[in-house]
């Protein structure tokens, strides 16, 4: 029989990974603040309990999903916390996005406590976790990665789970995709301007460039809604802007001078300041068309 | 019997694109500055003349493929240039990068000699022209392309001819490719800084990413150049770097503020003024890890 | 008899900020965690206590002198802090450079207790708190600082005590003071460097440009600095990317995209990487120097 | 009796820079291509002719005033160009603002004729130029600067004449100036917008900024107009994009990254896109203000 998995936060990503856990089988014991998801995991066949603490005493493999570090700090380590009563041998996957030296220092915190604590955040948003074929780059221990693994693949697509390094290092490789998806969008955006400005079709020309090396998924995909102006998320501005402040501390701590991905986190602030917060993060598109009066 | 093909400057570019129309089964005659080329190409066949007014007596599609504007401008409208000795009909194929304003205005002195003038910048590099795999973005008449599809697709993929629009469209297009191949690279570049400042492996970062939205071509292919720092060229820095001075000078004139191609310019310059102009153009990153001190 | 004044805080600034209270003849009881200003201050007649609750005891006009916000929060709320032991009426005078939301929360959670909070922070480095000649920009009641504007004026100049507005309103004004500065530094070096590389003697460039709209103390001091390569300190890199950083924190929450200043924030960060946190913060001149191979 | 001066370029600056040389004395004569402003100089006791070349049969001191540099250089070597009719040892005071590399190619021409060239542009403005009151960056030969330094200081402060080094070194100098103005400029509207946006009155927050290190002219001057909102030119944002342009390409030329000041050049072009051509160069304020929803 298979032990029970835990689901902490069943947030808009949260809620659709703890159904595929069900669908795919596994007991699930879920905790979350808001009544609303735990009433749907509960009608699923799951558990509800009333703390991280109560899940610890449940589940000996815990799913986090979490909006930031602060939360995940005290999921794990606060009042009624998963390590206040979690069993020995306990791996914890916490796939929010988080700053990498938080999540080291979580991981050292639950290893003093004898279980693990992998950094796993994902790539493919929404549709990605409802449809199961979400993206995880993993950091920490792979002895522990091992075991958890099936329940990831639950989750996501088993091709993409990657084990990028030691704790952190999900985190940081996270960081890196936020950075790579804002600056490919900002210039996207800035071609398409040119475009349209110059009286060029911007879908001929995005056919265009999707045949060479200027070619990628945020042309594809984030291009097609900057052309077409459909900003229904997808992926909110407000979240990236959330990861893409996570990516800015990181690099300067790292102490990697960034100018390009500086800029892009002041376009997506502009578009925050415009009302744009709940906007797909594609949106940026539209503070680089206001300022060409497009 | 075919028509015989001109074709002037016999650069990197220029020399494959001719020889592979010599192979093609194209007579051709030549026009170039360096004596090298012109005996690599009498030697396969072809014959060379000594002025683009010649080549204008001897050919109805003419190729040209030069460094700049002003190379281009000279070849088309100066002493003993193609419309001095132009026969009507003749359809001119341009695929230099070169303003789009310039095209448009060197489109519209050969339209009035009766001629028709395409823009018709490629992709693919160096190795694209050797092979015979070019992308090209075409602005013009469209009757005009269709006469001198043939051509076009002796030198590169059929499969990749777009016609983006009217004169100076393809340009505008070239505009757009560069602007976002050297935003990607920025942002790859910076995302690869981190990685390895933090301790995680950036080649098992770029897996990662390939499998999500930051997926690029620029990612695969000049994210692992930069991880393994070759930068033996593929397109060299300098001629980036030109071609992003007439991005920049586009969206200028097109009304388009872009400050994220703004950074990524001077981030090129910095390799430039570093003494990289002959590296491989990826090698931008050298400077973003040279300010990180990696 | 004048009632004692506390200083809470004795690194570079607070302890030459607190030998000026006692040269002007204030009664001085001080807390530090670092032994050897206290032993100077108590040389020049000041009384040493244990916490800031002892200060807070024995003083009802208090100034602070913190690195950072996290220290304020705990000299005031903490463990042993000010408020475990103030007396009704107390007047806060915080000079630290922190953030505007952490001021408005300290200067909320005094006013519970019946003291007032003011944010003071100042301008003039380390020469200045020497000389007495710092400039206070406060945010606050005005009530209070009537109140405390005696004390104020024996560590500054008089005439430079600005009541810029309510609770906050100090770190803002700070904030902006920094933003001005950074941004003026970069260009300025970016001049130098452009003077210099094109072989033209920089200080007759900053000397014509001193006469005109221009001018600015910092081409007048840093600009000197920068040309001469004199990059003791005056004010610590260190310091001043910590200050940038708050004021980039502050620009993001109050819905502002700063462009320029993203981008001047990584020239700081390129300097700090490398390995110039003790140089002056003119030095940010070395990373655009370095850049253009000067 | 004193030799007549010719006055090339009768626009916003070269007439009243005419209009002084007349006040002190001196005898003038002018060519410029809009009747309104020859008639105002003639009315004013100066004589006109028809080109450039009878400029220079006429006088061996000719200033010239123009748009960009390509009008400079029709005026010297153009069709009745100042060269085809120059007496030897005449001396040109070229106060345009155009390219260094410009300055030093026509200087070696003008001297190839035996006469001078000196690029001598100015800063201060319309108002400058009618008060009289212009500051000089002279680049060029010192004995030809010694032979008309009367005349230079007829339309300015003799004060503010500042040999700056050889040909091209006065249009480096001014192209400092752009940079810096730019720079200062834009850093003063972010912090405006902050204090704005923060509730925080600007004007108080101006006046703390002015007693210290972040003082300037253009704190003083140009934020006063920002926080104002009162964009009545000054000095019109098309002619400082225009300088804008020349300064970064000779950034580019000389090989200075400049990061902060390509990011400058886009909020321009923000201000230029959005129709505000025509106001003070201050008005980039107002491209902050509207992504910050001011």
């Known amino acids: 029989m298979a032990t029970p998995v835990g689901v902490i936060g069943l947030g808009l990503m949260g809620k659709p990974m703890a159904l595929n856990l069900r669908k795919k089988g596994f007991e699930v014991v879920v905790h979350s603040r808001s009544r609303g998801p735990v009433d749907a995991l509960v009608a699923a066949g799951a558990t ?24 995940v700090r005290a999921v794990i380590e606060g009042e009624h916390g998963i390590v206040s009563a979690m069993q020995p041998g306990t791996v914890i996957i916490d796939s929010s996005t988080i700053a990498p030296a938080t999540a080291r220092d979580l991981a050292a915190r639950v290893a003093e406590r004898g279980g693990a604590f992998l950094d ?79 009286g060029v079709d911007p879908m001929k020309v995005r056919a265009a460039l999707m045949g060479g090396f200027a070619q990628s998924r945020v042309l594809d995909v984030h291009g097609e809604r900057m052309i077409t102006a459909n900003f229904v998320p997808g992926f909110k501005t407000k979240l990236f802007s959330k990861d893409l402040g996570i990516a800015l501390d990181t690099l300067a701590e790292a102490g990697v001078p960034a100018p390009t991905s500086a800029v892009v986190q002041q376009l997506v602030q502009a578009q925050m ?14 503070v680089i068309f206001a300022l060409a009066r497009l």
Chains 1, 2, 3, 4 share one sequence.
């Open 120 to 198: 796993a955040p994902v790539s493919g948003g929404e549709i990605g976790a409802i449809d199961g074929t979400l993206a995880f780059m993993v950091g920490g221990d792979a002895a522990a990665l091992a075991q958890v693994r099936h329940v990831i693949a639950a989750m996501g697509n088993p091709e993409k789970i990657v084990h990028v390094g030691v704790s952190g290092a999900g985190q940081v490789c996270k960081a890196c995709n936020q950075i790579v998806l804002g600056g490919t969008m900002a210039v996207v955006a800035e071609a398409i301007a040119l475009a349209r400005k110059s």
């Open 48 to 71: 509800a309990v009333a703390t991280p603490a109560d899940v610890a005493a449940a589940a000996r493999i815990i799913v986090t999903m979490l909006p930031d570090g602060p939360d």
């Open 273 to 286: 300041a415009a009302g744009g917060a709940d906007d797909d993060y594609s949106a940026i598109a539209s």
